[in-house]
């Protein structure tokens, strides 16, 4: 039972690049969203998903991308990264929006 | 806008100490809520969760919470906590329509054996 998987694990960037965190579930649940969880902070909602083709924004989703393709699959993408965007990253599935998601095992990213 | 609040940022007990984690969310409607453990270096898992019924709810390992309608609280609870119980406690609510989960800032929870 693979669930929501996320990579990379970990990821080192300098400031201005860019990269797409990969999220695939495989439990056909149509809500897909994106957290960044910093000390202190909890989880931040950045962007989520009710289904293929729709996305919308969530507490911070400044500086982050995000497309839904697929019913699977919810990348990631920061066009340039920023030290502030030093964080871990979870992605989470859920059937609906009112019930428990499912996360991911997080995508440490450490931008220098 | 809903929001979450925990209030005990890091708590130390001993092995079989008893556990009161506090959450307060501030939402006026109907609402989900859930408990989530974070242990060290592993995602997030789900404790228990309240969506109707009664306001007793029990979870995995022996946690329990209790949704308190009148105080908006949703309390985590254990007997006896045990080493293991080691971790990061996340309340979480999601009101009726809202389509993504509000987190609490955690709770880090040390027991020392």
């Known amino acids: 039972n693979a669930g929501v998987t996320q990579t990379p694990k970990f990821q080192v960037l300098k400031t201005g690049q860019s990269m797409t965190l990969q999220c695939a579930q495989d439990?056909?649940?149509?809500?897909m969203s994106w957290y960044r969880q910093d000390p202190g902070m909890g989880l931040r909602l950045i962007h989520y998903s009710v289904g293929a083709g729709i996305t919308d924004q969530g507490e911070v989703p400044n500086g982050y991308n995000v497309s839904r393709s697929t019913t699977e699959d919810f990348p990631l993408r920061l066009l340039s990264a920023a030290p502030s965007q030093t964080s871990v990253y979870f992605c989470?599935?859920?059937?609906?929006?009112?019930?428990?998601?499912?996360f991911g095992q997080g995508t440490r990213l450490t931008v220098v | 806008a809903q929001s979450v609040s925990q209030h005990n940022h890091h708590v130390i007990l001993s092995e079989a100490a008893s556990l009161e984690l506090g959450c307060n969310y501030s939402y006026g409607g109907t609402v989900n809520l859930f408990w989530y453990v974070q242990y060290p270096g592993q995602h997030l898992q789900l404790l228990l969760k309240y969506f109707s019924g009664d306001p007793l709810v029990k979870g995995i390992k022996g946690f329990e919470a209790e949704f308190i309608k009148s105080k908006f609280s949703f309390n985590l609870r254990k007997p006896s906590v045990q080493w293991s119980d080691t971790a990061e406690y996340f309340c979480a609510v999601n009101g009726a329509g809202r389509r993504a989960l509000t987190f609490g800032s955690g709770t880090r929870l040390q027991v020392q054996p």
């Open positions: 989470a599935s859920s059937y609906s929006g009112g019930i428990e998601a499912f």
């Open positions: 439990m056909n649940h149509e809500y």
